[in-house]
């Protein structure tokens, strides 16, 4: 009986089988059907969330089908051709079954190949050797599917070296006591961290967060002395820095500290696979000759300049010794010869009579003092002396007298018959100017022209306007009238800082166009000298307040920044929110304002679209601008470490998408969703005389294919270029394939520094040159 019990109990037993070879026959068969599966990615290029598990595991599947086993390479140079075809073959496989875009192949490389690596060792631990340790010269039967013979043999051979030995004994020694094992198994950080944010109510997770939750058991609690150990450190880390020193920087991060262990170049913790330094950490550029040369050539420069100021000092002071020693003689020879001293006052009436007798002279022969009073070939006369001017043109120099005399443009006296301009007589004491150049655009016109339409200098280029004769300046002879079109082939030399076409009232719309500087600091290199004074004359903490008007951003407030940020932008690390905000009054000042494009371009501040969540505050701006028609919104977007541009048109409802890393909007789904709900709110509140466009129609948005970063930092700096080339373009769209002027792969390095430049020279000028820097109080 006991043997029919055994034998009963025995079968009852249920027999659980092995776990067979993983081949996704479901991906496939959707794979056949035309069905591809859509992956969650991060802000870093990693897969998270729904179907990123199924989409590593398919990456593993194609990798053990594609790629022989004998591979022990994935990127030896030798192999460079063969490992290609496979990862185009693994690609090709990947697209089929996934919904994945070409910025992600990279990480599909690098996953593959860590693959790879994975099924190579599993086949030596699991299948290398028989019981009694002799390699097996046979292919696994399980595996037969996808490792042929041949391979395996080379395989066999790669393991028995006396070289593959030794490095594999010293890592299986290595790997076999970890201080602070991984108890997520396939998780990985990537995908803890998205979990850890969704619950999360802060939105904010720190990286030793992450690195904690990794490294817990099941039940949530930390059983390894050395990982507590590490924990303990970071909080007591943490307590010791301030808000803004929280951030994750690489090397600076605490966990680089609390471990205690050694740091190999280009490690970052707790990212998770397919992040690397260069992904996170802002790019170091080591200076290169260039910039040594051009540091020498400033400080030459500075020389020079302190050097001619010396010698002026030296001059002065020459001249004022000569002076008193003539004064002390004139003394001394007063008191000894009072005779000569007589003789002396009575040299003015001297004077007098022999300006009676020019006088006289001058109303005897009025035709020679007028011809005198001509231009000349030997340069130009005083403002003013025109005495009779002959019927021509002259080449003058255009002047201002309030609020005291400058020089705001160059131009033609046009002295021909008739006095009229733009149907309105000409008043006494003026004459017709044609304004060719413009040195200060936003200087007034004495007399606004086109019924109050081009009111400013930088608005006549191209016109004729009335202009006092008092003000005029002779520069060279007399010209020809044109008869038809002789005024072509004018060399005029172009000194001015920007200039732009006659916008007429046939012609409203015209091209900015940008010219060598003149004045101010212009033709000297700023960011040296900016370099030098904040490191001479501001102390840290200190700041500089800048006001921000109203019509710049649709409301008023203080831009505070600290001389931290304009470290930034001297050291070409990732930018800050001011540094954008006051690039955006620098375009402003020199662009939008002096060209009368004021009703054309506006901007949202980043600190706005940063801390409206909803679109609420975004919206209130918008309504603001919404009685101008075909209006252009900058607005510049950190979208956490990333820098992009947005260009609104209002009366369009199209919003212009500029990536510098040719990602898509969609990814930022809650970034994208603050946008459309403040058009939609500006929709539905919208008083303007703009035809009304349907409730049920979409936001459109346009992602430009504008020139694209090559590392992670630039961001900033592209976003500062597009914002330029925009506004410079002054059109009512964006096409597609970005300006034609402005088309290019990527910006040079000299296109970035020509915006840091523009940064530099208008902080230096405009804001140095204003104010102070105000120190923070402790």
């Known amino acids: 009986m006991a043997s029919i019990d055994d034998e009963s109990g025995s079968s009852s037993k249920k027999t659980i089988g092995k776990r067979g070879v993983t081949r996704l026959q479901k991906i496939h068969k959707a794979k056949s059907n035309g069905k591809r599966i859509e992956v969650q990615w991060n802000s870093r290029g990693q897969p998270i969330k729904h179907n990123s598990k199924t989409f590593a595991s398919f990456i593993g599947v194609t990798v053990r089908r594609l790629v022989p086993i004998s591979l022990d390479n994935w990127s030896a140079k030798k192999n460079k051709e063969a490992v290609g075809v496979y990862k185009q073959n693994i690609w090709d496989e990947i697209e089929k079954a996934f919904i994945i875009g070409e910025e992600h192949r990279a990480f599909v490389y690098r996953e593959a190949g860590k693959l790879h690596r994975a099924f190579r060792t599993k086949m030596a631990r699991s299948y290398l050797k028989d019981s009694k340790g002799g390699f097996v010269k046979h292919r696994p039967a399980k595996y037969s599917f996808c490792i042929k013979q041949d391979d395996w043999d080379k395989f066999v051979a790669q393991h028995m070296t006396a070289k593959f030995q030794k490095v594999s004994d010293e890592n299986r020694e290595r790997a076999l006591n970890p201080q602070h094992p991984y108890r997520k198994s396939r998780l990985g950080c990537a995908r803890l961290e998205a979990d850890m944010v969704e619950e999360s109510e802060v939105g904010e997770i720190n990286r030793s967060q992450v690195w904690k939750a990794a490294r817990v058991n099941k039940s949530g ?101 000569e002076k008193l020693e003539r004064q ?58 025109f ?168 409301e008023e407030f203080l831009e505070q920044l600290r001389v931290e940020s304009i470290k930034e932008i001297l050291d070409h690390n990732w930018l800050s929110a001011s540094i954008i905000t006051v690039f955006s009054r620098y375009l402003y000042d020199k662009f939008i304002s002096p060209n009368g494009l004021i009703n054309k371009f506006s901007f949202i501040s980043p600190h706005v679209s940063r801390e409206d969540n909803l679109g609420n505050g975004i919206a209130k701006i918008l309504l603001k601008d919404e009685e101008f028609k075909d209006k252009m919104i900058l ?131 405009d804001v140095f040159g204003k104010q102070e820097a105000i120190i923070l109080p402790n």
């Open 221 to 321: 609690v930390i059983d390894n002395e050395n990982v507590q150990r590490v924990v303990d450190q970071c909080e007591k880390l943490t307590e010791a820095l301030s808000e803004e020193e929280r951030q994750d920087l690489g090397p600076t991060n605490i966990l680089f500290e609390a471990p205690n262990l050694p740091n190999y170049s280009g490690r970052v913790r707790t990212y998770g696979f397919g992040v690397c330094s260069r992904d996170i950490l802002p790019r170091q550029n080591r200076p290169t000759q260039m910039d040594f040369e051009k540091l020498y050539g400033f400080c030459n420069s500075l020389k020079s300049r302190l050097e001619v100021l010396e010698r002026e000092k030296i001059e002065r002071d020459k001249l004022d010794r």
């Open 635 to 765: 607005a510049p977007c950190n979208l956490g470490k990333h820098w992009v541009l947005l260009v609104i048109n209002l009366n369009a409802e199209v919003i212009y998408y500029m990536d510098p890393l040719n990602g898509e909007p969609t990814k930022h789904q809650n970034f994208k969703t603050k946008f459309e709900n403040a058009l939609q709110i500006y929709r539905a509140n919208s008083s303007s005389k703009v035809p009304k466009v349907s409730k049920s129609k979409k936001i459109s948005w346009q992602k430009i294919k504008c020139p694209r970063q090559i590392n992670g930092i630039d961001c900033g700096y592209f976003v500062m270029r597009f914002m330029k080339e925009v506004i410079m373009e002054n059109e009512f769209m964006i096409p597609i394939n970005y300006f034609f002027d402005h088309k290019c792969r990527t910006y040079s390095h000299d296109k970035l520094t020509e915006v840091k430049e523009d940064w530099a020279t208008y902080v230096v000028d």
């Open 387 to 554: 005495g009779n001017i002959p019927e021509g043109l002259f080449p003058v120099n255009i002047y201002l007298s309030s609020p005291s005399r400058c020089l705001v443009a160059r131009g033609k006296l046009y002295n021909t018959k008739g006095n009229t301009v733009h149907g309105m007589t000409l008043p006494p004491g003026y004459v017709k100017v044609n304004i060719e150049v413009a040195i200060v655009p936003n200087a007034p016109l004495p007399i606004s022209v086109e019924d109050g339409d081009v009111s400013m200098v930088g608005q006549a280029i191209g016109t004729i306007v009335p202009w006092p004769t008092k003000l005029l300046e002779f520069v060279a002879e007399c010209e020809k009238i044109p008869g038809q079109s002789q005024n072509k082939g004018n060399n005029i030399q172009h000194s001015v800082e920007y200039s732009v076409s006659s916008p007429n009232k046939s012609n409203k719309k015209f091209k900015i166009e940008e010219s060598p500087r003149v004045g101010g600091s212009a033709g000297i290199a700023n960011l040296p000298f900016l370099d030098m004074y904040v490191k001479k004359m501001m102390r840290v903490g200190s700041l500089i307040q800048i006001k921000m008007e109203e019509s710049i951003f649709s």
């Open 328 to 385: 002390q003689t004139e003394e001394v020879e007063e008191r000894k010869q009072p005779k000569q001293v007589s003789e002396r006052l009575q040299q003015p009436e001297k004077v007098a009579q022999r300006q009676h007798l020019e006088q006289v002279v001058e109303r005897k022969q009025p035709e020679k003092v007028a011809e005198s009073r001509l231009p000349s070939d030997k340069g130009s006369c005083n403002p003013g002396s």
